[in-house]
């Protein structure tokens, strides 16, 4: 009861357990699924994709360390990504291991993906949802026709203005916070500014063995400047498969989007035959295309 959770809190030298791995859905008898979360975003935002995957699915998602303060931050995706690898293997201590990175979590998916085959463990699958490829340096082109691409597509879509208010919002809000803010707001702030520079630091010393798949919202398949996202085919060894969910970026992790999402990432995981692999308990539960085609380095456009 609400009574016996403010008991609860009540209590002197009480603190949480608190872990980057959280389990969003615990039951069920397939192989787990971990979702590597972009910054700072909470894991809370992948239950409506953990209950389109259905109910013998388990999934588990990891949020950056920092997310509340007592963590320190980590200021390195290969330090984020070893700290992951100890949480899933908390749960999972052999692979083959599926993981599913949303946005600027999937430069992180990746690092975990290679590090874990460092170990001699097998990644499969590995699927990054909607983000550019580390190491890979984007096509040339001049801001003002990149701009000028992106209000001609708005403008098209009838989305001109909405494009035009959130960007807005997002700016204003992020200079706020840091200068503003409260001090929870600004310590957010500031991990999103760690999270930032550590991705535009990463370079991947190799490549991930195997096939990954892409999978992009309808939104950015349609921008010409977002085409060498595909060049994910240089970070693998493998088929780069690329699949679109009709989307866009903001709104894949919303209930009509991430039931397509689902779609596609149980395709991703049909390609693994075979025993689930041993797991260990995690609590009593949780919160409830197009065709194949192969596909450079900018931070990850955020969350």
């Not at 520079?197 to 977002?226: Q, V």
Request: net charge positive.
């Amino acid at each position: 009861t609400i009574a016996q959770l403010a008991e609860l809190l009540r209590r002197q030298g009480w603190h949480p357990a608190w872990t980057s791995l959280v389990a969003v859905r615990a039951g069920g008898s397939r192989a787990p699924i971990f979702l590597v979360s972009p910054f700072p975003i909470t894991t809370l935002s992948f239950a409506h994709l953990a209950r389109h995957l259905g109910p013998e699915q388990p999934v588990y998602a990891l949020q950056p360390q920092g997310m509340e303060g007592e963590h320190a931050v980590h200021d390195r995706v290969e330090d984020m990504a070893a700290h992951y690898i100890r949480e899933i293997q908390s749960v999972q201590p052999e692979g083959p291991y599926a993981l599913v990175g949303h946005c600027a979590g999937s430069w992180v998916a990746f690092e975990m993906a290679v590090q874990l085959q460092r170990q001699g463990e097998r990644v499969c699958p590995l699927v990054v949802v909607d983000s550019e490829p580390p190491g890979v340096d984007p096509p040339p082109t001049s801001l003002i026709s990149r701009a000028a691409n992106r209000l001609r597509h708005y403008w098209q879509l009838g989305r001109l203005r909405e494009a035009v208010h959130w960007k807005m919002k997002v700016l204003t809000e992020r200079s706020l916070r840091t200068r503003l803010g409260t001090t929870e707001t600004r310590r957010v702030a500031g991990l999103r500014k760690t999270h930032s520079e550590a991705h535009r630091r990463y370079r991947p010393t190799s490549r991930a063995r195997g096939n990954a798949m892409l999978i992009r919202s309808a939104e950015s398949s349609r921008l010409r400047d977002k085409d060498w996202h595909r060049l994910w085919s240089e970070r693998i060894t493998g088929e780069l498969i690329v699949e679109i969910v009709p989307s866009t970026h903001a709104g894949l992790v919303d209930d009509a989007s991430s039931e397509a999402l689902a779609v596609k990432i149980r395709q991703a995981m049909q390609e693994h035959v075979g025993p689930a692999p041993r797991r260990k308990g995690f609590g009593p539960g949780g919160v409830e295309g197009s065709p194949r085609r192969t596909g450079r380095s900018l931070p990850p456009s955020g969350g």
